[in-house]
């Protein structure tokens, strides 16, 4: 930097021009920008910075991802027993969930309180409602993906956190200038304290699970590096029902690993990913006269490459599938003659190319262009997804305007979402066809005061084709002969909404509030197609607030109130009694609603530092601080006396204490 100085002298005298130089050796130019923990992108997906989970409501000593995700616009808001999340009105089946890239195909922990994630291994978390590019991943819905926190550091450090329900630890280790290591585990042990209140009156549930991960970055050089990728986690739950004479247990987990090369030069970003991911679950039946299990799994194994240079993103993938879709293997019970489904395998290879092109200065577009081959052995699909998008940004409203075409060659179905292993997945074929979607979404944000508020609204149409609809139970299980096949319905599906934010990005007091209204309307070819009805998942209005306020660097209170429209299902018009088993007429597919759905949760943090600790501190929460019976669904009961009863069910606990330490060395 040069500064110069000139020096004049009067006008009588002999005019001499002097220019003095000084040479700076460095300058320090310092300005402030209030900045949020939840960033806005233009094309409307947000990063969330995964530390601002230390301010948020810790339900039951943890404060997850996908729990939290679900207070954003535009994302549905699920009850107690239900897994997965709605993004935009699609199924949580069309959402693409993945850790660095490598998707996971059941993220949800029993109850839906925790996700396989442990917030403290991941740096950043970044959600995205709409399709907007071709370089996005097979799916018809949203995305979601966690990157590890793998930053260089000079010594050991990590976070522990010890609960009345589950424990969980995170240690990042230098190995040498050039290695990080980052290891978490967590587990829970709910029994040894919530066991009493895990008892429903008909039967005890015990229940555990347990996640790890393991993450290594190694700096070859300036512009080389490889990253190694591996988590593992399962869940074992049993449900005793003495009343029934039945015994149920399950097993369920996932276990991914990914090997990553990452070359970076001028205008130049290459990853080449070499991976493999597994789900697998296990559930089992036992009676007096019966003894059943009914598996199902699925087997990725697939390479991804992904090259940004200039205004180009283009790259390849290919996937090779093993899938298990849900058999049931019985003993003792002669009734039952199950069609045993045979293993399917899949391929799937993909281009894809995006190129971005500025118009104004603050005004972009894209368009792109992906084109898959599916290969299921005696059926091979060719697909062709476009896109396009607008996007203008000048750092104080942002604004995007984007159409995608998708396909989905994956389903997902079964009786139940509750988190239980009774979902399975299978491929697309000459039965089943590939799921289609036109999106189109406006997205809207805009900043105020000085960038400490945040103004954002979204809008969005899509049209589904080719869903599917599971319109069996339980019970088809024993007494019929199962076929999976039999027990789907099939068509259309519209998905439509809006949804707006305010939200306060930086101060002592910090959050937003958030209103959606969606729609999820199902058309189906077995009901008629002239009767449309609302998806099970349905909410059409959904209301999130969320606080966070820190008056010192001690002290920290949050809270979290969320209102819903109630889920519909479908409601029996008569009952009737047929050799002892009860047999239900029922009326039109879901045209009755639960009552609405509210929760309040409240959360508060005392932290300090110490000679040995980075920081430490005690956190005591409450879930469902009113202890407001929410309905879960409605059931039939028997009486003692014989007569039957339609009564909803609730969550057996109403509100949920849970006290937990914390640490961070």
């Not at 029993?110 to 399709?131: D, M, R, V, W």
Request: charged share 15%; aromatic share 12%.
């Amino acid at each position: 930097m040069i500064l110069c100085v000139s020096t004049f002298r009067p006008a009588l005298a002999q005019v001499e021009s002097e220019t003095q130089s000084i040479a700076l050796d460095s300058a320090v130019v310092r300005a402030w920008r209030h900045s949020s923990k939840v960033k806005l992108k233009a094309d409307g997906s947000t990063v969330w910075d995964m530390r601002l989970m230390n301010e948020l409501p810790q339900i039951l000593g943890n404060a997850d991802i996908m729990h939290y995700a679900q207070a954003m616009p535009g994302i549905q808001t699920n009850s107690e027993y239900r897994s997965g999340i709605n993004i935009q009105g699609c199924e949580a089946s069309h959402n693409y969930i993945s850790i660095y890239g490598v998707p996971l195909y059941n993220v949800n922990h029993l109850l839906g309180f925790f996700s396989a994630f442990n917030p403290t291994h991941f740096s950043t978390t970044e959600i995205s409602k709409a399709p907007a590019t071709a370089a996005r991943p097979g799916r018809i819905g949203g995305t979601l993906n966690l990157t590890p926190n793998l930053e260089s550091i000079d010594s050991i450090n990590g976070e522990i956190t010890v609960g009345l329900i589950s424990s969980q630890g995170t240690l990042r280790a230098p190995l040498g200038k050039k290695v990080v290591l980052a290891v978490s585990l967590r587990a829970a042990y709910m029994n040894l304290l919530y066991g009493k209140w895990l008892d429903t009156g008909d039967g005890q549930i015990k229940y555990s699970f347990f996640d790890s991960n393991a993450s290594l970055k190694y700096d070859i050089n300036d512009r080389h590096s490889l990253v190694l990728d591996y988590y593992g986690g399962g869940d074992k739950g049993s449900f005793l029902m003495p009343r029934y004479g039945a015994d149920m247990a399950a097993q369920w987990g996932n276990y991914a690993g990914a090997a990553h090369w990452l070359f970076k030069k001028e205008n130049l970003d290459l990853r080449n990913t070499f991976y493999t991911t597994h789900y697998r679950n296990r559930f089992k039946l036992k009676m007096a006269e019966l003894n059943a299990t009914l598996p199902s799994d699925i087997h990725e194994t697939g390479y991804k490459g992904l090259l940004h240079y200039k205004k180009w993103t283009a790259g390849a993938n290919a996937a090779y599938y093993l899938l298990h879709p849900q058999s049931i293997t019985t003993e003792g019970y002669t009734n039952i003659s199950p069609k045993t489904p045979a293993r399917q395998k899949a391929f799937e290879t993909t281009l894809f190319c995006d190129y971005r092109q500025p118009l104004a200065k603050n005004l972009a577009a894209t368009v792109g262009l992906k084109g898959t081959l599916w290969y299921t052995g005696s059926t091979t699909f060719a697909q062709a997804d476009p896109s396009a998008s607008l996007t203008f940004d000048n750092s104080k409203v942002q604004a995007s305007l984007a159409y995608a075409f998708n396909h989905q060659n994956l389903f997902q179905t079964g009786f139940t979402d509750m988190g239980l292993p009774t979902e399975f997945w299978f491929a697309a074929g000459k039965e089943h066809r590939p799921q289609r979607a036109h999106t189109l979404c406006l997205s809207t944000a805009a900043y105020f005061a000085k960038r400490r508020y945040r103004l954002s609204a979204d809008l969005f149409l899509r049209r589904l084709f080719n869903q599917i609809e599971y319109k069996g139970n339980v019970l088809d299980l024993v007494n019929t002969v199962y076929d999976y096949s039999k027990a789907l319905m099939h068509g259309q599906g519209t998905n439509y909404g809006a949804s707006i934010m305010l939200q306060k990005c930086s101060g002592k007091l910090t959050g937003w509030c958030a209103y959606t209204y969606s729609r999820a309307r199902r058309t189906l070819v077995e009901l008629g197609n002239e009767t449309t009805f609302p998806a099970n998942h349905d909410r059409p209005h959904e209301g999130n607030i969320l606080v966070s306020y820190s008056p010192n660097k001690h002290w920290n209170a949050s809270a979290t109130f969320v209102f819903a429209s109630g889920n519909p299902f479908t409601a029996p018009e008569a009952l009737c009694l047929i050799n002892n088993n009860i047999v239900c007429i029922y009326g039109p597919h879901n045209a009755n609603r639960l009552n609405p759905y509210y929760r309040l949760d409240l959360s508060a943090s005392y932290k300090w530092r110490g000679k040995l600790m980075k920081e430490q501190g005690f956190n005591v929460s409450l879930y469902n601080a009113t202890g407001h019976a929410n309905e879960l669904f409605w059931t039939i009961d028997k009486r003692a006396d014989g007569s039957f009863a339609y009564l909803p069910v609730s969550f057996i606990i109403k509100a949920l204490p849970s006290l937990s330490y914390f640490c961070k060395f």
